[in-house]
């Protein structure tokens, strides 16, 4: 049906629930935003950010593109970005890609997929700085989860060199960038150990890729 009565009768029934344990809930929420965490993950819908954390709307600023990239000709990413450090003041950036990406799965493929093969050609870059390490896995299925982290990792070191994230740090502003993946089969976030605070941190990171 044109209007998708069922997604209106359950916009309902979400709302009624969040009053019911909140009674002041959107009252609060309409007068503020004041999120702690920039979420940037990947546009999968299995991929939710307030659901995996267990937040609610207004706790979490999120910015989503397929295979969680942070690419600098990307103004609508860096707008967020922006936004989020020198508007809503963020002290967290997380970076979350998935195992499972149909992204990744489809950069390391060699076929051709129409207007997406532009933007999958930042993943297909990652591939290429590692690609050493990820042919020496014995089996698909290692290789492409590898990929999956390495690209995490290399949208960190690419946020964190953002003028805007620079910035931040240079003017004494607390801001942490983190590089997550989930597991879809499990509903499980791991952090892979790629946190940086400030630009000491940033060269440490560089140095070891």
Same mark, same amino acid.
């Given at each position: 049906?044109?209007?998708?009565? @069922? $997604?209106? %009768? ?11 344990? =909140? ?5 609060? +929420?309409?007068?503020? !935003? ?16 307030? %659901?995996? *954390? /267990? ?14 990239? #942070? &690419? ?5 990413? +860096?707008? &967020? ?8 003041? *963020?002290? =967290?950036?997380? #970076? ?14 060699? /076929?051709? =997929?129409? $207007?997406?093969?532009?933007? +999958?050609? @930042? ?17 698909? !299925?290692?290789?492409? /989860?590898?990929?999956?982290?390495? @690209? #995490?990792? %290399?949208?960190?070191? @690419? +946020? ?24 879809? /089969? ?19 990171? !560089?140095?070891?890729?």
């Amino acid at each position: 049906m044109r209007e998708l009565k @069922n $997604l209106f %009768e359950r916009n309902r029934k979400w709302a009624d629930k969040v009053k019911a344990t =909140h009674p002041d809930f959107f009252l609060k +929420l309409s007068r503020q !935003q004041k999120p702690e965490y920039l979420w940037i993950g990947c546009s999968d819908s299995r991929v939710p950010a307030n %659901e995996i *954390v /267990d937040m609610l709307p207004g706790e979490i600023f999120v910015h989503r593109n397929i295979a969680n990239l #942070v &690419v600098h000709t990307d103004l609508n990413c +860096l707008s &967020v970005i922006q936004y989020a450090v020198e508007v809503l003041r *963020v002290k =967290h950036i997380i #970076v979350c890609g998935h195992y499972g990406c149909g992204g990744i799965v489809t950069a390391l493929e060699d /076929d051709e =997929h129409g $207007l997406i093969d532009n933007w +999958l050609q @930042n993943v297909k870059d990652v591939y290429r700085y590692h690609r050493a390490r990820i042919d020496s896995l014995a089996s698909e !299925q290692e290789r492409r /989860d590898l990929m999956c982290e390495l @690209n #995490v990792i %290399e949208q960190v070191i @690419n +946020l964190a060199n953002t003028t805007v994230v620079q910035t931040a740090w240079k003017g004494g502003q607390k801001l942490t960038v983190h590089g997550w993946i989930y597991s879809i /089969d499990n509903g499980i976030l791991k952090d892979l150990d790629v946190c940086i605070a400030g630009r000491e941190d940033l060269a440490r990171l !560089q140095s070891q890729r």
